[in-house]
């Protein structure tokens, strides 16, 4: 088996260079913004589910690496799943991220996403992983009734609540922010 933290480096460089589903879906069913004030992290998440199930899944943004590279395999791993399976993914990558799932011993549906394991040893940089699940999360939640599980979590309580429920004059604002970080 590869060394753990060289997996980890190829991974986030590779999401990096090559961030898979990066960008903006225009017939979005469900969208976000997540914001992570410790880094910097601001990222948009939209999705459209087709019968249940996530058929397309872009994001877009400015953040670190990590949090890219997570956004990215947060896209590639959600697309096709159901809701339920998408939330099962996020409550396991945040327990795994927090260090509350060991996923060397106890079962769970990551796969490569385990690569992400390590950061539960870099406090700093536990937000950023995190953030593109918190939004998700979010994003699913957006067009329908509000999570109670979401109000008690303490991990969404970095993320402004008032992002996380958007509306169209508010997506214009973070999409001019990106405009002007870009250039
Ligand atoms: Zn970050």
């Not at 019968?51 to 959600?78: P, R």
């Not at 993914?89 to 796969?111: C, N, W, Y």
């Not at 109000?151 to 002007?180: G, W």
Request: glycine share 6%; with cysteine; proline share 4%.
């Amino acid at each position: 088996m590869a060394d753990p933290k060289a997996l980890y480096q190829e991974v986030i460089l590779d999401h990096n260079r090559k961030p898979r589903n990066y960008g903006t879906l225009a017939d979005a069913s469900h969208h976000a913004d997540g914001h992570n004030p410790l880094c910097g992290d601001h990222i948009t998440l939209a999705l459209r589910l087709d019968d249940g199930k996530v058929g397309a899944i872009a994001f877009e943004g400015e953040s670190c690496a990590i949090c890219k590279a997570s956004a990215s395999m947060l896209t590639t791993n959600v697309k096709g799943k159901t809701r339920d399976e998408a939330e099962v993914l996020i409550r396991e990558f945040r327990d795994m991220a927090t260090g509350k799932l060991d996923v060397a011993s106890q079962p769970h549906h990551l796969g490569r996403l385990t690569v992400f394991g390590g950061v539960r040893d870099l406090p700093t940089r536990v937000k950023c992983a995190i953030l593109p699940w918190h939004t998700l999360h979010a994003a699913l939640n957006s067009a329908g009734s509000t999570s109670t599980e979401a109000e008690q979590d303490p991990m969404q309580a970095p993320i402004d609540r008032k992002s996380t429920r958007l509306n169209s004059s508010h997506r214009c604002i973070s999409y001019a922010v990106f405009c002007l970080k870009k250039k």
